[in-house]
Nanobody
């Protein structure tokens, strides 16, 4: 069983940057695809980005060109570098496998983009 703990969120001005980290208690090396998701107030949780074990990445259109997902399989950490943040990026961010497994949802980390 893998446990995932997200960190790195905070309050940032529009145009700013944050780097989120997702630390896994177990090895993620065997997990084919890891993903980042987010849930804004009053909205459903949505997929943001994913990275395969081999390094292939995919992004939602809303973050393409601004966010970068990466994974360090040796350290069991998945990162999400977020640049050019917009107010609409405000949400709680979660990591999980892709597709997501119910048992792996953690508390997430809050990202607030406001001036």
């Amino acid at each position: 069983q893998v446990q995932l703990v997200e960190s790195g969120g905070g309050l940032v001005q529009p145009g700013g940057s944050l780097r989120l980290a997702c630390a896994a208690s177990g090895s993620i090396f065997s997990i084919l695809i890891m993903g980042w998701y987010r849930q804004a107030p009053g909205k459903q949780r949505e997929w943001v980005a994913s990275a395969s074990r081999g390094g292939t990445t995919n992004y939602a259109d809303s973050v393409k060109g601004r966010f970068t997902i990466s994974r360090d399989n040796a350290k069991n950490i998945v990162y999400l570098q977020m640049n050019g943040l917009k107010t609409e990026d405000t949400a709680v961010y979660f990591c999980n496998t892709y597709p997501a497994k119910t048992a792996y949802w953690g508390q997430g980390t809050q990202v607030t983009v406001a001036s």
